[in-house]
Nanobody, 116 residues
């Protein structure tokens, strides 16, 4: 599966952004999906994840209540709605798709920069 992420940008603290990731090449609903991020000098971390049918979600503690992950299987798209952004949210955000056999696929990343 190929993943194309978009929606990043430069914003002020407190602003919102909606990240999108469009999948192609395979049946999207066969994959659980998630968003990861990597800040300069830091390891990549999982931010949010969503099950194949969209019922179950997970968030890292630092984004709970501010970020919302969702997916539209008909549109082969997973979203990350971010709000109340903080400078520490600055990172390259990557979408991920994981197959039932635990094979991982990655998008190219979209940069989010939050200034105070």
């Amino acid at each position: 599966v190929q993943l194309q992420a978009s929606g990043g940008g430069s914003v002020q603290a407190g602003d919102s952004l909606r990240l999108s990731c469009v999948a192609s090449g395979r049946t999207f609903s066969d994959f659980s999906t998630g968003w990861f991020r990597q800040a300069p000098g830091k390891e990549r971390e999982m931010v949010a994840a969503i099950s194949r049918n969209g019922v179950t979600t997970w968030y890292t503690d630092s984004v709970k209540g501010r970020f919302t992950i969702s997916r539209d299987n008909a549109a082969n798209t997973v979203y990350l709605q971010t709000s109340s952004l903080k400078p520490e949210d600055t990172a390259v955000y990557y979408c991920n798709a994981a197959s039932l056999l635990a094979r991982n696929y990655w998008g190219q990343g979209t940069l989010v920069t939050v200034s105070s």
